[in-house]
């Protein structure tokens, strides 16, 4: 069994930045793709970056390009998130996902079996 729990996600102003994390435990998911994605009140779970298995070779959404990057947190087992000039627009409940080991790196939500709960992220104007 994998867990995955995120934290980080609070209230901020835009243009502030913020750093989620993601911690795992459980199996132990080496050479997992892992990735981020975001849910908007009402509305469909969007990707928002991923990190390969393999070589840590990383993916964003045109959304959050140049803005966001995402890392691994190996003493965590888990993800980092850092976000940076936030707006509006980024409100929303931040997910942490994984697939399983030596698969390929996924923009795809279904392709993830493994989810946190969430940490929501409100950015005010």
Request: charge should be negative.
């Amino acid at each position: 069994q994998v867990h995955l729990e995120e934290s980080g996600g609070r209230l901020v102003e835009t243009g502030d930045s913020l750093q989620l994390s993601c911690t795992g435990s459980g199996r132990i998911l080496n050479n997992s793709p892992m990735a981020w994605f975001r849910r908007f009140e009402g509305k469909e779970t969007d990707f928002v970056a991923a990190i390969a298995g393999i070589d840590d070779a990383t993916f964003y959404a045109d959304s959050v390009k140049g803005r966001f990057t995402i890392s691994r947190d190996n003493n965590q087992n888990g993800l980092l998130l850092q976000m940076n000039a936030l707006v509006p627009e980024d409100t929303a409940r931040y997910f942490c996902a994984a697939r399983e080991s030596h698969t390929w790196i996924s923009n795809r939500a279904p392709d993830y079996p493994f989810w946190g709960q969430g940490t929501q992220v409100t950015v005010s104007s």
